[in-house]
C-alpha cells in the first residue's frame, strides 16, 4: 500500500501529554450502556470537561459520532478487511488521531487510495482492539451510542456551566457542534454571545411539525398565523453578500455551482446581504411541480440535469442589508421580505400563503395548494422568532395523506416476480433520546421496478452485515413514507406500529438526523 507518514509532530504509539483515545471510547461505552438522556449528557460532559483547548471539538464530534473533517476518503470497504493487530496496550492521544484525519482527508490526487489505506493502517495498528473498533465505527458512520445533537449540547452546557439555551443558539448560528463545544468550553457565556449570524455561513434551518389536520393546527397556534403552500420540492438557504450569492441545502451542503438560476435571480434583487429561506423545485410548462426526482437531480454532484431549470420560492428572511432579524417575530420578517420581493418582476419569488386567515380562506389556501400538485400548507405562528434547527409548534405542516420520513434499516430479498432484487425495507423512526433508530414496520408497497433496480443496485453500499433473508443497513438513507395511521404492538422496540405504510420516494436532501420521531409515530395513534 505505500508508506505513509504521520503529520509532523506525530507519532502513533507515543502519547506527548493530552486526552487518550481511550478515555473518549470508554465515555462512548458509558453512553451507549444506558437510555436515560441525563446520564448520557453526564458521561459526555466529563469527558469534555478532561479535554484541552485544541481537544473539545474533536471529543465533542466523536461522541455525537461526526467527524470535523466531514468525509475522509476512506470507504467502507477499505475498513471492512483485516484489522491489523492491535496494539496492547493505549497509547494513542486525541491530537494525533485528529491530526491523523485531517491528514486523510488532504490526502488527494494520484495514487490517494494507497496512500489513504497506508495512513489508516498505521492509525489503527496503533490502537487497541476497544480503539479499533470504535474507529472503524466512527468513520463509518456507524457510531450510534445515543449522543445526538441535543443530548450532546445539553453535555456541553453542563460542562461549559452555561445555560443550554445559549449553547443551542451557538450552535444553530454555526451548524457545527465541534465548534460550539470549543467556544463553550474555551470562553464560556460571553464567547457564546458573541456568536452572530454571518452572512456566508450557513445556519441551521427551523423545521416544521406534523399537524394532524388544518383545523387542529389552526386551533393550537390561533388566529395570528399565516398559512403557506408546501411544495414538493428542496430546501434551500440563499446567502448573498454583494455580487457573491451562494446556496446550501436543508443539510448544509452548499450546491452554489449546481444552481446558476437561483443564484442569478438572487443578485437581481434590491440588496447588498441577505440571507433568505425557501424552498425550490422544477416546474413544467403549465406551471405544475414536476417529479421530486427531477428537482433532486439538480443536486446530484456526478448527475446534475443542467436541463431542468428550478424556480426559487422564499418564505422567510434571516438577514438584510446589515439588520439580523433572527429574533424578530415572523410577522416583522414576511414584511422586511415583501418589500424586498415586491420589486421582483420576473416569475414571482415569495412563496404563495395568506396571512391572518379565516379557517374559510384557510382551506381555500390547502384546496389551491392541492390543486396546483403540491404537498398541501405549513402554518405558522407569526408571533415566533426563528428558531434554527429545531422541529417545534410554532410551524405546523399539514398535508391530507399522512406522511414520514423514516431510517432504512434493512431491506428483504423479494419473491416471485421480484426474485433477485431488494424489496421489502425495514423502517425505523429516530429515538428523540439519542438512541438508535427504533423499528416501526416493514414495506414493499409502493415500489416500481425502476425502484426495485435501484434499491438492489445501491444498498449493498450501504450494508454492514448480509444474512440468507437479505442486507442489515447503515442507518444512512432516508426514505418518505405515506401510511393510513399507527397502532400499537408488542412486536417493536417503541410500541407502535406503522399502517399500511407505501413507499413514496427516498429523500437524498435528509439526514437520519432529520427523520421523523418515533414519538411522531406514536401521535398517530388512534385517539392519541
Partial sequence: MGTARW???????CQHGGVLLADVVA??????????RTAKAAAIAAALRGAGPGEVGPVAAWLAGELPQGRVGVGWRTLSRALPDPAPAPSLTVAAVDAALTALAATTGTGSTARREALLAEVLAAATAEEQRFLVRLLGGELRQGALEGVLLDAVAAAAQVPPAAVRRAAMLTGRLDETAATALTGGERALAAVGLRVGRPVRPMLASPGSSLEAALDDLGGEVTVEHKLDGARVQVHRDGDVVRVWTRTL?????????????????????????????????????????????????????????????????????????????LATRLDVLDRLLAAEEAAPLRMPGVRRPGPGQAAAVLDAALAAGHEGVVVKALDAPYAAGRRGRAWQKVKPVHTLDLVVL????????????????????????????LMVGKTFKGMTDELLDWQTRTFPGHARAEHPWG?????????????????????????VA????????????????DADSVDAVRALLAGG
Fill in 253 to 329: 451542503r452548499e450546491v452554489t455551482d449546481g444552481v446558476p438560476e437561483l443564484v442569478e435571480r438572487v443578485r437581481a434583487l434590491p440588496c447588498r446581504t441577505a440571507v433568505l429561506d425557501g424552498e425550490t423545485l422544477a416546474l413544467d410548462d403549465d406551471g405544475r411541480p414536476r417529479a421530486f426526482q427531477d428537482t433532486m437531480s439538480r443536486f446530484g454532484s456526478d448527475e446534475a440535469d443542467a436541463g431542468v431549470l428550478l424556480s426559487p420560492f422564499f418564505f422567510d428572511v434571516l438577514h438584510l442589508d446589515g439588520r439580523d432579524l433572527l429574533d424578530e417575530p
Fill in 471 to 495: 442486507l442489515e443497513l447503515r442507518p444512512e438513507v432516508v426514505v418518505e413514507v405515506a401510511l393510513d395511521g399507527a397502532q400499537r404492538s408488542t412486536r417493536y422496540p417503541g410500541g
Fill in 410 to 437: 434493512g431491506v428483504e430479498w423479494g419473491y416471485g416476480r421480484r426474485s433477485g432484487k431488494l424489496s421489502n425495507i425495514h423502517l425505523g423512526a429516530r429515538d428523540p433520546d439519542g438512541g438508535a433508530p
Fill in 498 to 513: 406503522l399502517r399500511f405504510a407505501r413507499v413514496l420516494r427516498y429523500r437524498p436532501d435528509r439526514s437520519p438526523a
Fill in 7 to 13: 503529520p509532523p509532530g506525530v507519532v502513533p504509539g
Fill in 27 to 36: 465515555a462512548s461505552a458509558a453512553v451507549a450502556a444506558t437510555r436515560a
